[in-house]
Structures are given as structure tokens and as C-alpha cells.
């Protein structure tokens, strides 16, 4: 398990690359730290499919974001790269993001140029805002930061929308305005890689997205770091995994009428208290009770 919050812009100077599991609550990012995972990626799509039900489109709100992050936070000692969409809003709305989102315990913020409501990047429609208006926005998402270990992560989704070349020029111009990080969404090809990193040629920090099913062809951590990216996430990767497992654990309870038959592929009641830590929280609520009159 974690036991410190370490810098995660020092750490992406470091040559091994990052990967950053997708979470959505406490529990699945106390999970993902017990794993060993020390940077965890707060994703908006995963908070969509799972407190909403409903699908990446932009009916998630900011503070549902916030409010999220403030639980996981405080559960974890990851670092927690925060999806913030579209900032909800003009620079302004950008820069309450970035304030709240800060002390609420994220460690990186992410942003990106379509125009609002936004959609996955992995599913077609999607409308981007001109480019001196997302520069402006990241620039007041850098003024507004407290601490400047608090990572700006720019995220353009041009490669599916105007192409690669455009895609390309909108990271080297957030580049140019101090952003931390870049994020090329939809990449779909190793040409469309190496394109990139010509282009961008190592002079920043670039994330990779794996999603399961999407546009880009899925690669390991490895190779991806051996091809120049710093950071990978899997942001919707849990939920996936999560429904296909429910959907088999309902379907048994609605057959068989008990949950005899999925009991090994669980934890009793026992087990999870244990790895929640009640015991100990118990022991401690009671050292400050006090001694009954």
C-alpha cells in the first residue's frame, strides 16, 4: 500500500512509465491502492456509467466530480489525476474547477476542447471549441492553482474530429501556454503514434488512454513507454469488469434463489470487514469514549 503522497510531476520525469487505473469511489480506490497502484485516474466516464447509470455524455455534473474526489481523497494516498471535462464552462468556470478540485485532493487536473455537453472520446459526434478559446482556458487553469505541483493536463480530442496534423498543432499549442501534460484523445494508429511523437519530441509529459473496445489499438504499459508516454491510463476498465462480474452474480441469485454457488468468488462478511479495517476502527472509536459512569 501507498504510504505517502509523492510528487507526481517529479515522478514523470522519471523514465518508467506511470499507469494510473480508473476509479470512481472509495472503495474502488482503496482497492486499487492495496494492488500498489500509487496514482489512480478519477474518471468521468466511470463516474457517469456508475453513479448515473447512464452513458459519457455530459450529464455528469462538477460537483458530482468534486464530491467524488473529496471521498477518495480521503481514503487514499495516491496521487489522483482528476477528469474535470470540458472545465463546465468559460475560463471562468475553469478556474473555480481547478480551485476546488486542488483542495479537494487532486493532484492533477484534466481538461479538454470539445464544447460542452461533451461525449466520450471513443464515440463519434464530438464538436470541438476554437482553439484560442481552450488556450485561454488552460491559462486560467494555471493562474488559478495554489501549489505548483498541481498538474494542468490538456486534453485535445482533434484527432477524430479535424485529424492528426490539427490534433498535433492544438498539443503544441497548449504546450506553449505551460500546460503539465498533453493528452491526444482517439489515437488509431502506431503511424498516428509516431507522428505524435516526432512532432511533441519529448519536450512534455504525453498520456496514453487505453479503452477496451475503442479507437486506439490496445498496448501494454511497456511498450507504450518504450514508444514515449509517460502516463497510461485505463479509465473505464474497472467498470467494465464490474458490470460483466454483477451481471453474472445476478443472474445466478435470480436462478438459484441464494448465492451458494458465487460464494468462492466473494468475500463473506468476515473478510470484508477485515479488509475495511472495522475491527481497528471500532478499537479506536472506543479508546476515546471514555470510561461509563
Not at 138 to 161: F, H, P, S, W, Y
Not at 175 to 196: A, H, L, P, W
Not at 206 to 225: D, Q, Y
Request: hydrophobic share 45%.
Amino acid at each position: 500500500m501507498v504510504t505517502s503522497r509523492a510528487s507526481l510531476k517529479e515522478r514523470l520525469n522519471e523514465k518508467d512509465i506511470i499507469v494510473a487505473p480508473g476509479v470512481f469511489d472509495a472503495l474502488s480506490a482503496s482497492l486499487a491502492e492495496n494492488a500498489g497502484f500509487d496514482t489512480l485516474y478519477l474518471s468521468g466516464a466511470s463516474l457517469a456509467y456508475t453513479k448515473l447509470g447512464q452513458p459519457d455524455i455530459g450529464l455528469l455534473s462538477f460537483t458530482e466530480i468534486a464530491d467524488s474526489l473529496w471521498r477518495i481523497s480521503d481514503r487514499t494516498n495516491a496521487s489522483i489525476v482528476a477528469d474535470c471535462d470540458t472545465g463546465f464552462g468559460n475560463a471562468l468556470n475553469a478556474m473555480r474547477c481547478v480551485k476546488m478540485l486542488e483542495r479537494a485532493g487532486a493532484n492533477a487536473i484534466q481538461l479538454e476542447d470539445q464544447t460542452y455537453p461533451k461525449r466520450c472520446g471513443h464515440l463519434a459526434g464530438k464538436t470541438l471549441v476554437p482553439l484560442p478559446e481552450m488556450v485561454g482556458k488552460l491559462k486560467a487553469a494555471l493562474d488559478a492553482r495554489q501549489n505548483e505541483e498541481t498538474m494542468i493536463v490538456a486534453r485535445t480530442d482533434a484527432l477524430g474530429v479535424i485529424g492528426t496534423q490539427e490534433a498535433i498543432d492544438r498539443a503544441l499549442a497548449f504546450k506553449e501556454c505551460g500546460v503539465d501534460m498533453v493528452f491526444i484523445e482517439g489515437i488509431r494508429s502506431d503511424d498516428d503514434i509516431q507522428q505524435i511523437m516526432t512532432s511533441l519530441n519529448g519536450e512534455i509529459p504525453i498520456m496514453a488512454n487505453m479503452v477496451e473496445g475503442g479507437e486506439t489499438p490496445l498496448k501494454n504499459a511497456k511498450i507504450l513507454e518504450s514508444l514515449g508516454f509517460s502516463l497510461v491510463i485505463f479509465p473505464g476498465a474497472l467498470v467494465r469488469a464490474l458490470t460483466a462480474m454483477a451481471s453474472e452474480f445476478f443472474a445466478t441469485l435470480k436462478q438459484d434463489g441464494t448465492t451458494d454457488n458465487f460464494h468462492e468468488r466473494m468475500l463473506n462478511f468476515k473478510q470484508l470487514n477485515d479488509y475495511l479495517g472495522t475491527a481497528d476502527m471500532l478499537a479506536l472509536g472506543q479508546k476515546y469514549e471514555g470510561e461509563q459512569q
